[in-house]
């Protein structure tokens, strides 16, 4: 949430520290996909009312609680129901993807939607690795590491190839707009020294990365090189929040976070469950462990309590913005907790 995106409907002041949203689009027990994805145009027209600056698709698949699958149509739908927040991917798994059909792709969402666009690139498969291999069409595919040829070959189909290159002669259409701003996806050391390295803007995935954040971010700021699109480093910080009017509420809802994270982790995916539903299940003393182990990723409780939580979290990590991602089972309270932490923000 910025000052230039201060919500007028609601009358809230802005906020010095920009907010946004990331959406998996979570598919709730009993609600179904279809659901999730109308829950997320829903959010996001109520995000932009209050305040919030972007509003970002995740790429996940084969995941039975995430329906963002195809984050370039959830892109165009989002920015298509709204009328100001920036809209983008966060992200566009790139290894997964023809880079010229990703340069082509956001140049149409860009032409359609001027300087609302964002495109943020990762080089994980966001799903399990027999999927990677049905996306990819190879299993050999899954050893090449080379984001960075394969980032430089999405730029160049914009700003064009050397004379001798044998893709000199084609350009990403519609040519007359320009590319998204890029930003380069992390949740480990690598995704810095590549957004560094690159220079674009970096954004870490602080809701699961393996990384001390903060190790990450200082590698990128000092290593930064300035490119054309980017003459300065510009870091978002990705967190996952839960808040409710009550402790224990925050506390009933992340506990069903919790059961569907644990699931995951056990390769035994499912929908998102209810409050109800965690609080019934026969809890291992294993999934337990697991769950705990994972509870330092999010920051839950009342809206006062998960402030200064994503405070200290954001200031370590030294990040210019905060992107939040809520798992919730209900559409509502999950509209609420993103209401509530907004309200915290904007006193």
Do not use: C
Request: charged share 20%.
């Amino acid at each position: 949430m910025s000052e230039s995106n201060a919500s007028v409907e609601t009358g809230m002041p802005a906020t010095t520290v920009p907010l946004s949203v990331l959406d998996l689009s979570p598919i709730g027990s009993g609600r179904g996909g279809a659901a999730a994805l109308h829950d997320t145009i829903d959010l996001a027209r109520f995000a932009e009312e209050l305040g919030y600056a972007r509003y970002w698709l995740a790429e996940h698949h084969n995941i039975a609680s995430v329906a963002s699958s195809a984050p370039q149509v959830m892109i165009a739908s989002v920015a298509a129901a709204t009328s100001h927040i920036r809209v983008g991917a966060g992200g566009i798994m790139l290894p997964n993807h023809s880079p010229l059909q990703v340069a082509e792709t956001f140049r149409v969402l860009e032409a359609l939607h001027p300087d609302r666009i964002d495109l943020g690139l990762g080089r994980a498969p966001g799903t399990d690795q027999l999927t990677a291999i049905a996306l990819r069409r190879s299993r050999e595919a899954l050893s090449v590491d080379d984001f960075p040829d394969q980032f430089n070959e999405l730029l160049a189909y914009v700003d064009g190839f050397p004379d001798d290159h044998p893709f000199a002669p084609i350009t990403a259409i519609p040519s007359d707009v320009p590319l998204p701003p890029v930003w380069i996806l992390g949740s480990s050391l690598y995704g810095g020294q590549a957004a560094a390295a690159l220079g674009t803007a970096f954004a870490f995935a602080g809701h699961f990365g393996s990384a001390d954040p903060a190790e990450a971010v200082a590698g990128y700021r000092d290593n930064f090189r300035p490119s054309d699109r980017l003459t300065t480093p510009r870091v978002m910080l990705g967190v996952a929040a839960i808040a409710a009017e009550t402790h224990e509420r925050a506390e009933e809802l992340a506990v069903a976070n919790d059961l569907s994270m644990v699931r995951l982790m056990q390769n035994r995916p499912g929908p998102l469950p209810t409050p109800e539903e965690a609080a019934n299940h026969p809890w291992t003393e294993q999934e337990r462990a697991l769950a705990d182990k994972r509870r330092r990723f999010i920051s839950v409780g009342t809206p006062s309590e998960v402030y200064e939580d994503l405070e200290r979290r954001r200031k370590q990590a030294d990040a210019d913005e905060l992107i939040i991602t809520t798992q919730v089972h209900d559409p509502a309270e999950r509209r609420r907790s993103y209401e509530l932490i907004a309200q915290a923000y904007a006193r």
